[in-house]
Protein backbone atom coordinates (compact mmCIF):
# COMPACT_ATOMS: atom_id res chain seq x y z
CA UNK A 1 0.00 0.00 0.00
CA UNK A 2 1.72 3.37 -1.33
CA UNK A 3 0.71 5.70 1.95
CA UNK A 4 -0.63 8.84 1.02
CA UNK A 5 0.78 8.42 -2.47
CA UNK A 6 -1.20 11.03 -4.27
CA UNK A 7 0.00 13.86 -1.57
CA UNK A 8 3.78 13.00 -2.36
CA UNK A 9 3.15 13.37 -6.00
CA UNK A 10 1.25 16.55 -5.78
CA UNK A 11 3.08 18.94 -3.16
CA UNK A 12 6.78 17.67 -3.27
CA UNK A 13 7.61 20.50 -5.33
CA UNK A 14 5.96 22.95 -2.86
CA UNK A 15 7.71 20.82 -0.25
CA UNK A 16 11.31 21.76 -1.99
CA UNK A 17 10.16 25.75 -2.17
CA UNK A 18 8.45 26.92 0.80
CA UNK A 19 10.51 27.43 4.14
CA UNK A 20 8.39 25.97 6.35
CA UNK A 21 5.88 23.26 5.75
CA UNK A 22 3.20 22.43 8.38
CA UNK A 23 1.62 19.08 8.30
CA UNK A 24 -2.12 18.91 10.47
CA UNK A 25 -4.56 16.41 10.99
CA UNK A 26 -5.48 13.45 13.47
CA UNK A 27 -3.92 11.72 15.56
CA UNK A 28 -2.34 8.13 14.30
CA UNK A 29 -2.68 9.28 10.58
CA UNK A 30 0.77 8.47 9.82
CA UNK A 31 2.06 12.77 9.28
CA UNK A 32 5.24 11.73 11.51
CA UNK A 33 5.76 8.36 8.69
CA UNK A 34 4.84 10.85 5.85
CA UNK A 35 7.27 12.71 7.15
CA UNK A 36 9.93 9.81 7.34
CA UNK A 37 8.71 8.23 4.33
CA UNK A 38 9.57 11.37 1.74
CA UNK A 39 12.32 12.52 4.32
CA UNK A 40 14.89 10.52 1.82
CA UNK A 41 13.82 12.85 -1.09
CA UNK A 42 14.40 16.01 0.84
CA UNK A 43 16.82 18.10 0.51
CA UNK A 44 19.51 18.13 3.16
CA UNK A 45 18.59 15.01 4.71
CA UNK A 46 16.60 17.01 7.88
CA UNK A 47 16.96 15.69 11.47
CA UNK A 48 13.86 15.04 12.92
CA UNK A 49 13.01 15.26 16.84
CA UNK A 50 9.70 14.79 18.71
CA UNK A 51 7.75 16.84 21.23
CA UNK A 52 6.21 13.92 22.81
CA UNK A 53 9.90 13.60 24.69
CA UNK A 54 9.18 15.57 27.75
CA UNK A 55 12.77 16.84 27.95
CA UNK A 56 12.95 18.28 24.66
CA UNK A 57 9.37 19.53 24.89
CA UNK A 58 10.92 21.37 28.43
CA UNK A 59 14.04 22.43 25.90
CA UNK A 60 11.70 23.91 23.49
CA UNK A 61 9.22 25.73 25.64
CA UNK A 62 12.01 26.89 28.42
CA UNK A 63 14.82 28.18 25.55
CA UNK A 64 13.43 27.88 22.41
CA UNK A 65 16.30 29.67 20.90
CA UNK A 66 18.99 28.04 22.01
CA UNK A 67 16.70 24.42 21.11
CA UNK A 68 16.93 25.45 17.56
CA UNK A 69 20.10 26.41 17.90
CA UNK A 70 21.28 23.10 18.77
CA UNK A 71 19.20 21.43 16.18
CA UNK A 72 19.41 23.36 13.36
CA UNK A 73 18.12 23.22 9.66
CA UNK A 74 16.21 21.62 7.61
CA UNK A 75 14.57 20.12 10.95
CA UNK A 76 11.28 17.94 11.11
CA UNK A 77 9.93 18.86 14.71
CA UNK A 78 6.85 16.54 15.61
CA UNK A 79 3.87 17.24 17.82
CA UNK A 80 4.45 20.96 17.67
CA UNK A 81 1.44 22.60 19.13
CA UNK A 82 3.62 21.13 22.05
CA UNK A 83 5.79 23.93 22.12
CA UNK A 84 3.68 26.93 19.58
CA UNK A 85 6.82 29.73 21.45
CA UNK A 86 8.89 28.20 18.70
CA UNK A 87 7.38 30.45 15.76
CA UNK A 88 8.52 33.40 16.63
CA UNK A 89 12.10 32.48 16.98
CA UNK A 90 11.18 29.69 13.34
CA UNK A 91 9.96 33.56 11.67
CA UNK A 92 13.45 35.33 12.35
CA UNK A 93 15.39 32.64 11.36
CA UNK A 94 13.54 32.33 8.38
CA UNK A 95 14.06 36.09 7.91
CA UNK A 96 17.60 36.16 8.29
CA UNK A 97 18.16 33.03 5.81
CA UNK A 98 16.08 34.77 3.18
CA UNK A 99 18.12 38.03 3.13
CA UNK A 100 21.53 36.25 3.62
CA UNK A 101 19.93 34.22 0.12
CA UNK A 102 19.24 37.84 -1.12
CA UNK A 103 22.31 39.72 -0.64
CA UNK A 104 24.97 36.95 -0.24
CA UNK A 105 24.70 33.83 -1.62
CA UNK A 106 21.87 34.50 -4.41
CA UNK A 107 20.33 31.33 -3.97
CA UNK A 108 16.83 29.98 -3.90
CA UNK A 109 15.87 29.25 0.22
CA UNK A 110 14.30 25.55 0.76
CA UNK A 111 12.47 24.29 3.47
CA UNK A 112 14.24 24.85 6.91
CA UNK A 113 11.42 23.31 9.24
CA UNK A 114 8.88 20.51 8.90
CA UNK A 115 6.40 20.51 11.09
CA UNK A 116 3.80 18.04 12.25
CA UNK A 117 0.61 18.78 14.41
CA UNK A 118 -2.31 17.00 15.90
CA UNK A 119 -4.21 20.57 16.11
CA UNK A 120 -5.80 23.37 13.95
CA UNK A 121 -5.39 25.12 17.88
CA UNK A 122 -5.57 29.14 18.82
CA UNK A 123 -2.40 29.43 17.90
CA UNK A 124 -2.78 28.54 14.18
CA UNK A 125 -3.72 32.31 13.78
CA UNK A 126 -0.46 33.10 15.21
CA UNK A 127 1.12 30.72 12.71
CA UNK A 128 -0.99 32.13 9.70
CA UNK A 129 0.06 35.55 10.94
CA UNK A 130 3.87 35.39 11.93
CA UNK A 131 4.78 33.19 9.21
CA UNK A 132 2.46 34.57 6.12
CA UNK A 133 4.25 34.40 2.67
CA UNK A 134 6.68 32.11 4.97
CA UNK A 135 4.35 28.64 5.49
CA UNK A 136 2.56 25.70 3.73
CA UNK A 137 -0.40 24.23 5.09
CA UNK A 138 -1.24 20.75 4.67
CA UNK A 139 -4.07 18.09 6.24
CA UNK A 140 -3.27 14.17 6.11
CA UNK A 141 -6.70 12.45 6.93
CA UNK A 142 -7.09 8.59 7.67
CA UNK A 143 -6.51 6.54 4.46
CA UNK A 144 -9.19 6.91 1.50
CA UNK A 145 -10.66 3.90 0.09
CA UNK A 146 -9.00 3.65 -2.89
CA UNK A 147 -5.58 3.59 -0.56
CA UNK A 148 -7.70 0.60 0.82
CA UNK A 149 -8.09 -0.69 -2.18
CA UNK A 150 -4.30 -0.75 -2.80
CA UNK A 151 -3.85 -0.59 -6.76
CA UNK A 152 -1.09 2.13 -7.45
CA UNK A 153 -3.18 3.26 -10.88
CA UNK A 154 -6.01 4.36 -8.08
CA UNK A 155 -3.74 6.37 -6.27
CA UNK A 156 -3.38 9.46 -8.59
CA UNK A 157 -6.66 10.86 -8.86
CA UNK A 158 -8.49 14.07 -9.42
CA UNK A 159 -11.08 15.36 -6.91
CA UNK A 160 -14.38 14.35 -7.00
CA UNK A 161 -16.20 16.65 -9.31
CA UNK A 162 -19.76 15.20 -9.71
CA UNK A 163 -19.35 16.27 -13.23
CA UNK A 164 -21.30 13.65 -15.62
CA UNK A 165 -18.53 12.98 -18.48
CA UNK A 166 -15.61 13.13 -16.02
CA UNK A 167 -17.13 10.55 -13.46
CA UNK A 168 -18.10 8.25 -16.56
CA UNK A 169 -14.37 8.42 -17.34
CA UNK A 170 -12.93 7.96 -13.88
CA UNK A 171 -11.11 5.17 -12.69
CA UNK A 172 -12.93 3.32 -9.76
CA UNK A 173 -12.02 0.93 -6.72
CA UNK A 174 -13.02 -1.92 -6.14
CA UNK A 175 -17.16 -2.44 -5.86
CA UNK A 176 -18.19 -3.91 -2.42
CA UNK A 177 -21.80 -5.06 -1.74
CA UNK A 178 -23.50 -3.33 1.30
CA UNK A 179 -22.46 -5.18 4.17
CA UNK A 180 -18.67 -5.37 2.77
CA UNK A 181 -19.34 -2.12 2.97
CA UNK A 182 -20.43 -1.50 6.29
CA UNK A 183 -17.82 -3.61 7.29
CA UNK A 184 -15.33 -1.15 6.00
CA UNK A 185 -17.53 1.86 8.08
CA UNK A 186 -17.38 0.27 10.86
CA UNK A 187 -13.20 -0.81 11.10
CA UNK A 188 -12.95 3.02 10.05
CA UNK A 189 -9.49 4.10 8.14
CA UNK A 190 -6.71 4.77 10.46
CA UNK A 191 -3.39 2.89 8.95
CA UNK A 192 -2.65 0.71 11.67
CA UNK A 193 -6.27 -0.99 11.64
CA UNK A 194 -4.79 -1.78 7.70
CA UNK A 195 -0.72 -1.91 8.50
CA UNK A 196 -1.98 -4.63 11.40
CA UNK A 197 -5.05 -6.65 10.52
CA UNK A 198 -4.86 -8.29 14.10
CA UNK A 199 -5.97 -4.96 15.78
CA UNK A 200 -9.69 -5.43 17.27
CA UNK A 201 -11.37 -2.49 16.09
CA UNK A 202 -13.45 -1.92 19.50
CA UNK A 203 -10.19 -2.29 21.57
CA UNK A 204 -8.39 0.23 18.81
CA UNK A 205 -11.04 2.74 19.22
CA UNK A 206 -11.05 2.58 23.11
CA UNK A 207 -7.37 3.28 23.34
CA UNK A 208 -7.91 6.23 20.61
CA UNK A 209 -10.32 8.14 22.78
CA UNK A 210 -8.17 7.60 25.71
CA UNK A 211 -5.13 8.99 24.26
CA UNK A 212 -7.09 11.44 22.77
CA UNK A 213 -8.01 12.79 26.15
CA UNK A 214 -5.12 12.39 27.69
CA UNK A 215 -2.86 13.80 25.38
CA UNK A 216 -4.75 16.16 23.76
CA UNK A 217 -7.85 16.98 26.13
CA UNK A 218 -5.66 17.32 29.04
CA UNK A 219 -2.26 19.12 27.69
CA UNK A 220 -4.53 21.57 25.27
CA UNK A 221 -7.84 22.10 26.25
CA UNK A 222 -9.75 23.62 29.11
CA UNK A 223 -11.86 20.69 29.59
CA UNK A 224 -12.78 20.47 32.83
CA UNK A 225 -15.26 17.36 33.22
CA UNK A 226 -13.89 15.02 31.25
CA UNK A 227 -16.71 12.06 31.71
CA UNK A 228 -19.58 14.74 29.99
CA UNK A 229 -16.75 15.91 27.27
CA UNK A 230 -16.62 11.69 26.44
CA UNK A 231 -20.70 12.00 26.47
CA UNK A 232 -20.52 14.82 24.02
CA UNK A 233 -18.52 13.24 21.77
CA UNK A 234 -20.97 10.16 21.79
CA UNK A 235 -23.56 12.84 21.21
CA UNK A 236 -21.87 14.47 18.40
CA UNK A 237 -21.22 11.01 16.50
CA UNK A 238 -25.02 9.83 16.75
CA UNK A 239 -25.72 13.15 14.95
CA UNK A 240 -23.25 12.94 12.31
CA UNK A 241 -24.26 14.09 8.79
CA UNK A 242 -26.95 16.66 10.88
CA UNK A 243 -26.73 19.81 11.52
CA UNK A 244 -24.68 21.42 14.92
CA UNK A 245 -27.46 22.37 17.32
CA UNK A 246 -25.51 23.86 20.03
CA UNK A 247 -28.91 23.82 22.47
CA UNK A 248 -30.02 20.00 21.42
CA UNK A 249 -26.82 18.59 22.65
CA UNK A 250 -25.68 20.70 25.50
CA UNK A 251 -29.42 18.89 26.81
CA UNK A 252 -28.42 15.56 26.27
CA UNK A 253 -25.11 15.85 28.20
CA UNK A 254 -26.43 18.70 30.72
CA UNK A 255 -24.03 21.59 29.65
CA UNK A 256 -24.95 24.90 28.58
CA UNK A 257 -24.69 25.82 25.14
CA UNK A 258 -21.57 27.92 25.57
CA UNK A 259 -19.79 24.97 26.59
CA UNK A 260 -21.53 23.03 23.39
CA UNK A 261 -19.88 25.60 21.28
CA UNK A 262 -16.57 25.73 22.77
CA UNK A 263 -16.17 22.12 22.94
CA UNK A 264 -17.26 21.62 19.23
CA UNK A 265 -14.29 24.08 18.56
CA UNK A 266 -12.17 21.47 20.37
CA UNK A 267 -13.13 18.38 18.27
CA UNK A 268 -13.52 20.29 15.27
CA UNK A 269 -9.55 21.81 15.82
CA UNK A 270 -8.23 18.43 16.66
CA UNK A 271 -9.49 16.99 13.23
CA UNK A 272 -12.40 14.69 15.08
CA UNK A 273 -15.22 16.35 12.98
CA UNK A 274 -15.49 18.66 9.63
CA UNK A 275 -17.90 21.47 9.56
CA UNK A 276 -19.63 22.36 6.45
CA UNK A 277 -20.97 25.54 5.91
CA UNK A 278 -24.51 25.85 4.47
CA UNK A 279 -24.14 26.88 0.30
CA UNK A 280 -25.93 30.58 0.19
CA UNK A 281 -25.23 33.49 -2.14
CA UNK A 282 -25.95 37.35 -1.48
CA UNK A 283 -29.76 37.20 -3.21
CA UNK A 284 -30.24 34.31 -1.24
CA UNK A 285 -32.19 34.80 2.51
CA UNK A 286 -33.97 30.94 2.41
CA UNK A 287 -30.63 28.86 3.89
CA UNK A 288 -30.00 28.15 7.33
CA UNK A 289 -27.08 28.97 8.53
CA UNK A 290 -26.06 26.23 10.75
CA UNK A 291 -23.02 23.82 9.86
CA UNK A 292 -23.55 20.11 9.20
CA UNK A 293 -21.31 18.56 11.23
CA UNK A 294 -19.04 14.93 9.92
CA UNK A 295 -16.54 12.49 12.08
CA UNK A 296 -13.67 12.31 9.84
CA UNK A 297 -14.06 8.69 10.55
CA UNK A 298 -16.43 6.48 10.59
CA UNK A 299 -15.00 3.72 12.65
CA UNK A 300 -14.68 6.57 15.36
CA UNK A 301 -17.93 7.59 14.66
CA UNK A 302 -19.49 4.13 15.11
CA UNK A 303 -17.39 3.13 18.01
CA UNK A 304 -18.92 6.63 20.04
CA UNK A 305 -22.54 5.88 18.54
CA UNK A 306 -22.37 2.97 20.18
CA UNK A 307 -22.38 0.48 17.33
CA UNK A 308 -19.77 -2.96 17.20
CA UNK A 309 -20.86 -5.19 14.75
CA UNK A 310 -21.47 -4.09 10.85
CA UNK A 311 -24.21 -6.32 10.37
CA UNK A 312 -26.01 -4.51 12.96
CA UNK A 313 -24.94 -1.28 11.99
CA UNK A 314 -26.03 -2.09 8.55
CA UNK A 315 -29.58 -2.78 9.45
CA UNK A 316 -29.68 0.08 12.37
CA UNK A 317 -31.51 3.88 12.07
CA UNK A 318 -28.08 4.86 12.26
CA UNK A 319 -27.23 3.07 9.05
CA UNK A 320 -28.40 6.03 6.51
CA UNK A 321 -25.88 8.97 8.46
CA UNK A 322 -23.14 6.85 8.65
CA UNK A 323 -23.10 6.00 5.12
CA UNK A 324 -23.63 9.67 4.59
CA UNK A 325 -20.59 10.15 6.36
CA UNK A 326 -18.98 7.88 4.95
CA UNK A 327 -19.28 9.30 1.47
CA UNK A 328 -18.66 12.47 2.48
CA UNK A 329 -15.27 11.39 3.98
CA UNK A 330 -14.19 10.04 0.98
CA UNK A 331 -15.12 13.18 -1.20
CA UNK A 332 -13.42 15.48 1.50
CA UNK A 333 -10.15 13.31 1.11
CA UNK A 334 -9.98 13.48 -2.22
CA UNK A 335 -9.38 17.36 -1.79
CA UNK A 336 -7.53 16.86 0.81
CA UNK A 337 -4.97 14.65 -0.95
CA UNK A 338 -4.80 16.72 -4.00
CA UNK A 339 -3.18 19.11 -2.17
CA UNK A 340 -6.80 21.75 -2.04
CA UNK A 341 -8.51 23.54 0.63
CA UNK A 342 -11.80 21.88 0.79
CA UNK A 343 -13.37 24.87 2.80
CA UNK A 344 -14.54 26.86 -0.62
CA UNK A 345 -15.29 23.66 -2.56
CA UNK A 346 -17.82 21.62 -0.21
CA UNK A 347 -21.13 22.87 0.99
CA UNK A 348 -24.56 21.76 1.67
CA UNK A 349 -28.21 23.09 1.05
CA UNK A 350 -31.54 23.62 3.21
CA UNK A 351 -33.94 26.24 3.11
CA UNK A 352 -36.57 27.04 5.75
CA UNK A 353 -39.38 24.89 3.53
CA UNK A 354 -36.92 21.70 4.72
CA UNK A 355 -35.79 21.14 1.25
CA UNK A 356 -32.44 19.86 1.57
CA UNK A 357 -29.44 18.70 -1.01
CA UNK A 358 -26.58 16.50 1.00
CA UNK A 359 -23.28 18.40 -0.35
CA UNK A 360 -23.13 21.19 -3.18
CA UNK A 361 -19.53 20.80 -4.93
CA UNK A 362 -18.29 23.95 -6.40
CA UNK A 363 -16.07 24.09 -9.16
CA UNK A 364 -14.85 27.79 -10.32
CA UNK A 365 -18.63 29.06 -11.80
CA UNK A 366 -20.47 25.88 -11.43
CA UNK A 367 -22.57 24.02 -8.51
CA UNK A 368 -22.91 20.14 -8.74
CA UNK A 369 -26.17 19.21 -6.05
CA UNK A 370 -25.28 15.51 -4.77
CA UNK A 371 -27.85 13.32 -2.71
CA UNK A 372 -26.82 10.28 -0.80
CA UNK A 373 -28.45 7.22 -0.60
CA UNK A 374 -27.76 3.82 1.06
CA UNK A 375 -29.54 2.09 -1.34
CA UNK A 376 -28.24 -0.59 -3.94
CA UNK A 377 -30.61 -0.64 -6.20
CA UNK A 378 -31.28 2.47 -8.43
CA UNK A 379 -33.01 5.52 -6.35
CA UNK A 380 -36.46 6.76 -7.31
CA UNK A 381 -37.15 9.67 -8.70
CA UNK A 382 -38.03 11.22 -5.40
CA UNK A 383 -34.21 11.47 -4.02
CA UNK A 384 -33.93 13.83 -7.00
CA UNK A 385 -36.32 16.51 -6.16
CA UNK A 386 -34.81 19.12 -4.55
CA UNK A 387 -32.13 19.68 -7.52
CA UNK A 388 -34.93 22.25 -9.31
CA UNK A 389 -35.59 24.46 -6.24
CA UNK A 390 -32.24 24.66 -5.41
CA UNK A 391 -31.47 25.67 -9.04
CA UNK A 392 -33.64 28.43 -8.76
CA UNK A 393 -31.63 29.94 -5.78
CA UNK A 394 -27.97 29.46 -6.36
CA UNK A 395 -27.68 32.88 -7.59
CA UNK A 396 -25.56 33.53 -10.64
CA UNK A 397 -23.72 30.75 -10.66
CA UNK A 398 -24.47 27.19 -13.32
CA UNK A 399 -26.28 24.64 -11.48
CA UNK A 400 -24.85 21.15 -13.23
CA UNK A 401 -26.95 18.04 -13.23
CA UNK A 402 -27.43 16.53 -10.34
CA UNK A 403 -25.68 13.06 -8.97
CA UNK A 404 -26.77 10.73 -6.50
CA UNK A 405 -24.03 8.84 -5.16
CA UNK A 406 -25.19 5.35 -3.51
CA UNK A 407 -24.22 1.52 -4.08
CA UNK A 408 -25.74 0.21 -7.02
CA UNK A 409 -23.21 -1.98 -9.24
CA UNK A 410 -23.35 0.55 -12.46
CA UNK A 411 -24.09 4.04 -13.18
CA UNK A 412 -27.76 4.32 -13.91
CA UNK A 413 -30.14 7.48 -14.95
CA UNK A 414 -32.50 8.34 -12.22
CA UNK A 415 -34.82 11.11 -13.03
CA UNK A 416 -34.03 13.71 -16.32
CA UNK A 417 -30.41 14.42 -16.27
CA UNK A 418 -29.81 13.40 -12.99
CA UNK A 419 -27.53 9.82 -12.56
CA UNK A 420 -26.71 7.33 -9.55
CA UNK A 421 -23.48 6.47 -9.34
CA UNK A 422 -21.41 3.79 -7.64
CA UNK A 423 -19.70 5.28 -4.38
CA UNK A 424 -16.62 3.84 -5.46
CA UNK A 425 -16.42 6.14 -8.98
CA UNK A 426 -15.69 8.97 -5.81
Not at 49 to 72: C, H, K, S, W, Y
Not at 138 to 160: C, H, M
Not at 198 to 203: A, F, L, R, S
Amino acid sequence: MEYKHRILENTMQDFKNSPVILLSGPRQVGKSTFLNYISRNLPGNPRAVTLDDIALRMQANEDPEAFLDALGTPLIIDEFQYAPNLLSYIKMRVDQTRNDALFKTHKQVQTLYYLTGSQIFETMKDVSESLAGRISLYNLYTFSAREIDGRKKLLVQTPFIPDHKLIKEREHSKHLDSLDIFKQIIRGSYPELYINKNIKTEQFYSDYVKTYIERDIRSIASVKNEIKFVRFLSCLAARTGQEFNASSIASDVQIDSKTADEWLSVVKNTHLVYLVQPYSNNANSRAVKRPKIYFTDTGLASYLAGYSGSELLHNSAYSGAIFETYVFDEILKSFVNNGIDPRDKIYYYRNYDQKEIDLIIRDEDKLYPIEIKKTSTTPSRDAAKNFASFSKEAGERKVMPGTIVCNTKTIVPVAGDVIAIPVEYI
